[in-house]
């Protein structure tokens, strides 16, 4: 059976860390760009990182971008989003989805029909 699951989130203190991951079972992650995704109640999802294949391009939104990394385990099947210095702004449900390029796709983009979705982890920043 083909699914994304994900784990790790939370609830942390401004200024605290959290890492998510997103375990793949029915299908290699290495062979799909991996995309992270949130929603905020009342807002839109919004496309927050994503790695291409074999690592060699990732993409991360301005209002993550120093404070969050991206990577994978291909032993593991499973890839990560390290998020630090967390805002209250950050709080969110956390998706994970994976989409299989065409030959000539190298780099990832948020914008595409992501073929594998998780269920979504809940990150709640606060004090």
């Known amino acids: 059976q083909v699914q994304l699951v994900e784990s790790g989130g939370g609830l942390v203190l401004p200024g605290g860390a959290l890492t998510l991951s997103c375990a793949a079972y029915?299908?290699?992650?290495?062979?799909?760009?991996q995309g992270w995704f949130r929603q905020a109640p009342g807002k839109e999802r919004e496309g927050v990182s994503c790695?291409?294949?074999?690592?060699?391009?990732?993409y991360f939104a301005d209002s993550v971008k120093g404070r969050f990394t991206i990577s994978r385990d291909k032993a593991a099947n499973t890839a990560y989003l390290q998020m630090n210095n967390l805002k209250p702004e950050d709080t969110a449900v956390y998706y994970c989805?994976?989409?299989?390029?065409?030959?000539?796709?190298?780099?990832?983009?948020?914008?595409?029909?992501?073929?594998?979705w998780g269920q979504g982890t809940q990150v709640t920043v606060s004090s």
């Open positions: 989805a994976a989409y299989r390029p065409g030959v000539f796709e190298r780099m990832c983009k948020m914008n595409v029909p992501y073929n594998y």
């Open positions: 029915g299908f290699t992650l290495e062979h799909y760009y």
């Open positions: 790695i291409s294949q074999r690592e060699k391009n990732t």
